[in-house]
């Protein structure tokens, strides 16, 4: 059973309620309170909130986590709690798509995020996020609980923020999570990846010296942000995207600075806008990075806030950079996107998975070897498919692609390094990949054929060794646990 | 530049105020960029990079 559901609405004593981050929070506690944990004491925003973060994540869990008394910088506690967490959980994720199985959301997630229903607007009056509105002198963005996650990162940021840019040629708008430093009451850095649209918006206004609108939404339902992270076209709202994987229309409003011009999810929890002033750069970061490295200081556009609004009794939500928490929605758009490709030319392609331990650079393809070749054939049909993966590991059908020991082992076990790893100069690589060479552009993709030979005919066994294994028969009526106290497994020695 | 030493991407350099090293983007020292102030992302200060006396590039 799901732990989520995934209904269009939550029906509450007569009323509708629009899908957002709080009302998804409810559903959790009721329907599966395990799964979000509730930190009642102060917390620091300092290191001390994704230090939690790691700790639970070692042990291999990833609760959502929700801090009731987050500490800010100047020791007070914020009356603004603090969500973590929130997309870390790959069973989470796909139960907001329906997707039942989450190791096939390869299969599936490209069906349920492509859908589209149109945005409705609201007014001002309406929205929840605007219960609350500071203008000019009143704005201090230091009020908000801001997490500062990694030594050397040049101060607190904002991570889980959406920044809302448009087209200057059509108005059409474009939203992406981008880092912003918070570096002071009314003004922030931000960054964005040179091939992103928002960096194609940005550049059409400098490019008429004119100061860029934009705004930033923080804290929506997990569904809302799904269709939000999206690859689209250009230019292409995300807004319908939005509403596709919510299931419901997303409710819009203008922005008191700029109007209808930049519209934002009414439902949200905080919203800042301001401007890019034109041309104008800072120094920005270092910051700790999804890669697992601490990217270096960049000279940065900066935004001047006009503007913030929020809902009564706001919820901060922030994504700890490199973990699970920001990793699993991207990558599961990832497994989608090398699957559907990969799948129209290689039918033997059974399943992808974009591992954690790669953060996104390392897919594993798991294919029926029917013939020779198959295995580099996929390598060389997966890597233009997401600019940042850049090593693919093929193996066979009896491969678990979700468990990365088992990968390895077939590394181990079934390549020979002359003649099994594709290297491939000069192709797409991430800027933020720490190992390409300085001042290349690109960089060095591959692969590696992990696979058997093919049986010499259909039906019989692989050209190669047998696996070790009990027989089927056996395992069938087999169960360790009429041995042991499944109870006492805890206390048992493990290899180290 | 010491092929072994660290990533000849980075600029290694130490904050002429606290001392701390820390590492910038070789773009800060084009043309477009040369004006700009350097941050400390340990002690907030904001310097110019010729008052840097160890950099490593």
């Given at each position: 059973m799901s732990i989520?559901?995934?209904?269009?609405?939550?029906?509450?004593?007569?009323?509708?309620?629009?899908?957002?981050?709080?009302?998804?929070?409810?559903?959790?506690?009721?329907?599966?309170?395990?799964?979000?944990?509730?930190?009642?004491?102060?917390?620091?925003?300092?290191?001390?909130?994704?230090?939690?973060?790691?700790?639970?994540?070692?042990?291999?869990?990833?609760?959502?986590?929700?801090?009731?008394?987050?500490?800010?910088?100047?020791?007070?506690?914020s009356e603004i709690p603090v969500v973590v967490n929130l997309t870390a959980s790959r069973k989470i994720c796909c139960d907001l798509l329906g997707i039942a199985d989450p190791h096939r959301a390869a299969m599936e997630y490209g069906k349920r995020v492509t859908n589209k229903i149109e945005p409705t607007v609201i007014t001002a009056a309406e929205a929840p996020v605007k219960e609350v509105v500071y203008r000019g002198g009143d704005v201090d963005l230091t009020k908000l609980p801001h997490i500062l996650q990694h030594e050397m990162n040049a101060?607190?940021?904002?991570?889980?923020?959406?920044?809302?840019?448009?087209?200057?040629?059509?108005?059409?708008?474009?939203?992406?999570?981008?880092?912003?430093?918070?570096?002071?009451?009314?003004?922030?850095?931000?960054?964005?990846?040179?091939?992103?649209?928002?960096?194609?918006?940005?550049?059409?206004?400098?490019?008429?010296?004119?100061?860029?609108?934009?705004?930033?939404?923080?804290?929506?339902?997990?569904?809302?942000?799904?269709?939000?992270?999206?690859?689209?076209?250009?230019?292409?709202?995300?807004?319908?995207?939005?509403?596709?994987?919510?299931?419901?229309?997303?409710?819009?409003?203008?922005?008191?600075?700029?109007?209808?011009?930049?519209?934002?999810?009414a439902d949200a929890e905080i919203v800042i806008e301001g401007f890019i002033p034109a041309n104008y750069y800072c120094a920005e970061g270092p910051f700790g990075e999804y890669t697992g490295y601490v990217g270096p200081q960049i000279p940065a556009p900066v935004i001047n806030v006009t503007c913030v609004t929020h809902r009564k009794n706001p919820i901060y939500h922030d994504y700890a950079v490199g973990l699970p928490d920001m990793l699993v929605l991207d990558n599961l758009a990832i497994e989608a996107k090398i699957y559907s490709s990969v799948k129209a030319l290689i039918p033997e392609l059974i399943n992808v998975h974009v591992p954690l331990s790669g953060k996104r650079f390392h897919a594993y393809l798991q294919l029926n070897k029917t013939r020779p070749g198959i295995g580099k054939d996929a390598i060389l049909a997966a890597l233009p498919c997401y600019p940042r993966v850049k090593h693919i590991f093929v193996v066979d059908k009896d491969i678990d692609i979700f468990n990365d020991g088992e990968v390895l082992w077939a590394v181990a076990t079934r390549t020979q390094w002359d003649k099994d790893v594709y290297i491939l100069p000069g192709g797409t690589v991430s800027p933020l990949d720490p190992s390409v060479p300085y001042p290349a552009v690109t960089g060095c993709n591959g692969g590696i054929d992990a696979t058997m030979p093919p049986p010499i005919q259909p039906g019989l066994p692989n050209y190669y060794q047998a696996v070790n294994k009990i027989p089927d028969d056996f395992m069938e009526t087999f169960s360790g646990e009429n041995f042991y106290d499944p109870a006492d497994l805890v206390k048992m020695g493990t290899t180290f | 530049m010491i092929p072994e030493l660290g990533n000849p991407k980075y600029v290694w350099l130490r904050c002429p105020n606290c001392n701390q090293l820390f590492y910038v983007d070789n773009d800060f020292w084009s043309h477009k960029y040369e004006e700009l102030l350097l941050h400390c992302p340990y002690c907030n200060t904001d310097f110019n990079k010729k008052d840097c006396k160890d950099i490593w590039r």
């Amino acid at each position: 059973m799901s732990i989520v559901s995934f209904l269009p609405n939550i029906h509450k004593g007569g009323l509708i309620l629009s899908l957002c981050l709080r009302n998804f929070l409810q559903e959790l506690e009721q329907k599966d309170p395990g799964n979000l944990l509730r930190i009642k004491e102060p917390i620091n925003t300092k290191y001390e909130v994704t230090a939690l973060q790691y700790d639970l994540g070692a042990k291999g869990r990833y609760p959502v986590i929700f801090c009731e008394k987050p500490v800010l910088e100047n020791g007070e506690v914020s009356e603004i709690p603090v969500v973590v967490n929130l997309t870390a959980s790959r069973k989470i994720c796909c139960d907001l798509l329906g997707i039942a199985d989450p190791h096939r959301a390869a299969m599936e997630y490209g069906k349920r995020v492509t859908n589209k229903i149109e945005p409705t607007v609201i007014t001002a009056a309406e929205a929840p996020v605007k219960e609350v509105v500071y203008r000019g002198g009143d704005v201090d963005l230091t009020k908000l609980p801001h997490i500062l996650q990694h030594e050397m990162n040049a101060g607190r940021y904002i991570t889980a923020g959406f920044l809302v840019t448009n087209d200057r040629d059509t108005g059409i708008d474009n939203c992406a999570l981008m880092r912003c430093w918070v570096k002071g009451k009314n003004l922030t850095g931000v960054v964005a990846s040179p091939t992103t649209h928002t960096v194609t918006n940005i550049q059409k206004y400098f490019a008429h010296d004119e100061d860029v609108p934009v705004a930033i939404w923080i804290g929506h339902h997990p569904a809302a942000l799904i269709g939000a992270q999206g690859k689209w076209g250009y230019p292409a709202s995300h807004y319908p995207y939005m509403g596709g994987t919510m299931g419901e229309s997303l409710r819009l409003v203008p922005t008191e600075t700029h109007g209808d011009k930049i519209m934002v999810p009414a439902d949200a929890e905080i919203v800042i806008e301001g401007f890019i002033p034109a041309n104008y750069y800072c120094a920005e970061g270092p910051f700790g990075e999804y890669t697992g490295y601490v990217g270096p200081q960049i000279p940065a556009p900066v935004i001047n806030v006009t503007c913030v609004t929020h809902r009564k009794n706001p919820i901060y939500h922030d994504y700890a950079v490199g973990l699970p928490d920001m990793l699993v929605l991207d990558n599961l758009a990832i497994e989608a996107k090398i699957y559907s490709s990969v799948k129209a030319l290689i039918p033997e392609l059974i399943n992808v998975h974009v591992p954690l331990s790669g953060k996104r650079f390392h897919a594993y393809l798991q294919l029926n070897k029917t013939r020779p070749g198959i295995g580099k054939d996929a390598i060389l049909a997966a890597l233009p498919c997401y600019p940042r993966v850049k090593h693919i590991f093929v193996v066979d059908k009896d491969i678990d692609i979700f468990n990365d020991g088992e990968v390895l082992w077939a590394v181990a076990t079934r390549t020979q390094w002359d003649k099994d790893v594709y290297i491939l100069p000069g192709g797409t690589v991430s800027p933020l990949d720490p190992s390409v060479p300085y001042p290349a552009v690109t960089g060095c993709n591959g692969g590696i054929d992990a696979t058997m030979p093919p049986p010499i005919q259909p039906g019989l066994p692989n050209y190669y060794q047998a696996v070790n294994k009990i027989p089927d028969d056996f395992m069938e009526t087999f169960s360790g646990e009429n041995f042991y106290d499944p109870a006492d497994l805890v206390k048992m020695g493990t290899t180290f | 530049m010491i092929p072994e030493l660290g990533n000849p991407k980075y600029v290694w350099l130490r904050c002429p105020n606290c001392n701390q090293l820390f590492y910038v983007d070789n773009d800060f020292w084009s043309h477009k960029y040369e004006e700009l102030l350097l941050h400390c992302p340990y002690c907030n200060t904001d310097f110019n990079k010729k008052d840097c006396k160890d950099i490593w590039r």
